[in-house]
């Protein structure tokens, strides 16, 4: 966390070593982030894909296809004469319209942003011990639900922190999640 934390810093020094005038970037860019969420009790991976237009300089709005593999409510019992563990597995696919608004037009630019859409979220409980294991439940749900988001661009470099309201899955368990991801774009860069 030390390392993530000077390396935001040293983004935010450079920035603000390198204020220049107003920069106008091409319109159409397509966003590849890979990240980490953090959930109740457990995390997992995050990768996700963006295409998005800027319909004005500051407000670019777009389409946020992601998959999220998350393992939460991780629980071990180790007091008994063998050790028992569960934990609930989670696949969640969501396709949100987003738009993001960049508060500076410079090569450091911060935005805050949301999103809108649908989760489709796959789960399964599983308890196990050293003798035997067995699966106590698993289903699926579709929920409508809601994104918001921060972040700077710097270059070609995103780093974005969001969090996403999904609604509960078939096991009546929170899918809610704290996301963080760091990418790359394609397109979208500065107009010679």
Do not use: W
Not at 55 to 83: F, N
Not at 133 to 138: F, M, P, R, V
Request: charged share 15%; glycine share 14%.
């Amino acid at each position: 966390m030390k390392k993530l934390f000077l390396f935001v810093i040293c983004c935010l020094f450079f920035a603000a070593m390198n204020v220049n005038a107003q920069v106008e970037f091409k319109p159409f860019r397509v966003d590849l982030g890979l990240g980490y969420a953090i959930a109740s009790g457990g995390g997992g991976l995050v990768l996700n894909l963006e295409p998005k237009y800027a319909v004005i300089p500051q407000l670019s709005v777009g389409l946020k296809l992601e998959a999220d593999l998350i393992v939460r409510d991780i629980k071990i019992d180790d007091s008994g004469r063998e050790t028992i563990a569960e934990a609930t597995a989670q696949g969640i696919s969501s396709y949100l319209a987003t738009a993001d608004y960049h508060l500076m037009q410079k090569s450091f630019r911060p935005f805050v942003g949301a999103g809108l859409g649908v989760y489709q979220i796959a789960a399964a409980k599983a308890s196990g011990s050293s003798s035997n294991s067995e699966l106590t439940g698993e289903g699926s749900s579709t929920n409508f639900g809601a994104m918001f988001r921060g972040g700077f661009d710097v270059g070609h470099f995103r780093l974005v922190l969001a969090y996403n309201f999904a609604g509960k899955d078939a096991l009546n368990s929170n899918t809610g999640f704290f996301s963080m991801t760091v990418g790359a774009y394609i397109g979208g860069g500065k107009r010679r």
